[in-house]
């Protein structure tokens, strides 16, 4: 089946077919709950970003369909994820731990194998600069689950996942990553690669943001999380995933475009 082919059959009803039932989430929303409209259009725009992301591959140069194909894959998942975490939300009013890290220990490290995926198009790309990228993700989400869903400290949790942060944050800058984008990248390509690891600094900031006001800020007197801190949380925790899987796949479609065009 050709690429063509297959597009063609990834309609958006197919899509929307393979998500969970939202009859529940649509009957009980109310109109003040801010948490749940975030939880509902979200899930719409990375559906939404999914068909487009898909459909763009047929107008890109063959180097740059894998790169698009695997941002259709991060919004893809994140909007399956999104659909659950809603239902949760609007069932129990709590924070859906469980599915958001589920999502990002299959979303993160994709969106780190974009910017290798980038620059083995412009060049021969070592192995390391995935490994590294992986592993940085890894270190930067497990601890972080484990210290929300109360297997460790919470602040523990919270410094681990900042050093493996930092250790991307390194390798996109200044390591093997950065240098090689500096040398061989095209304009379009670098403006597109600085762009993107603007968004892993500034976008990937409103993480620990959310995380702060869910566990060190909006507590009762007795140290527990309130209804406020889940609120919060969930609301830049949606803002974030708008940021860092929307927009940074936007910012691999332009580059991928502008290459394909020259």
Do not use: C
């Not at 063509?4 to 929307?16: F, S, V």
């Not at 894998?66 to 909007?79: G, K, N, P, Q, R």
């Not at 930067?140 to 681990?160: D, H, K, Q, R, S």
């Amino acid at each position: 089946m050709t690429l063509t082919k297959l597009l063609k059959g990834l309609t958006p009803i197919g899509l929307i077919a393979a998500l969970p039932s939202s009859a529940f989430a649509a009957a009980n929303l109310q109109s003040d709950d801010f948490v749940g409209i975030s939880f509902w259009l979200i899930s719409m725009a990375l559906m939404a970003a999914t068909v487009f992301f898909l459909w763009e591959t047929q107008s890109v140069d063959g180097k740059w369909k894998t790169s698009l194909v695997v941002s259709a894959l991060v919004t893809f998942i994140a909007a399956v994820h999104y659909f659950y975490m809603r239902d949760v939300w609007i069932t129990t009013g709590e924070t859906p731990t469980v599915y958001r890290y589920i999502d990002w220990l299959l979303t993160v490290p994709l969106l780190m194998i974009e910017f290798f995926l980038i620059l083995r198009a412009i060049g021969n790309a070592s192995g390391g600069i995935f490994w590294r990228l992986l592993i940085g993700t890894l270190v930067m989400l497990i601890p972080g689950y484990l210290a929300e869903a109360g297997y460790i400290n919470t602040t523990l949790g919270f410094v681990i996942g900042m050093l493996g942060w930092f250790y991307i944050l390194y390798e996109i800058f200044a390591g093997e990553a950065g240098q090689m984008a500096a040398k061989e990248a095209s304009q379009a390509v670098q403006s597109s690669y600085n762009s993107m690891r603007w968004i892993v600094t500034i976008g990937w900031a409103i993480y620990p943001l959310g995380y702060a006001l869910g566990y060190f800020v909006y507590i009762d007197a007795d140290g527990n999380t309130t209804q406020a801190a889940s609120e919060a949380l969930n609301i830049v925790y949606n803002l974030a995933d708008v940021v860092n899987k929307i927009a940074f796949g936007l910012l691999i479609w332009y580059a991928a475009t502008s290459e394909s065009k020259n």
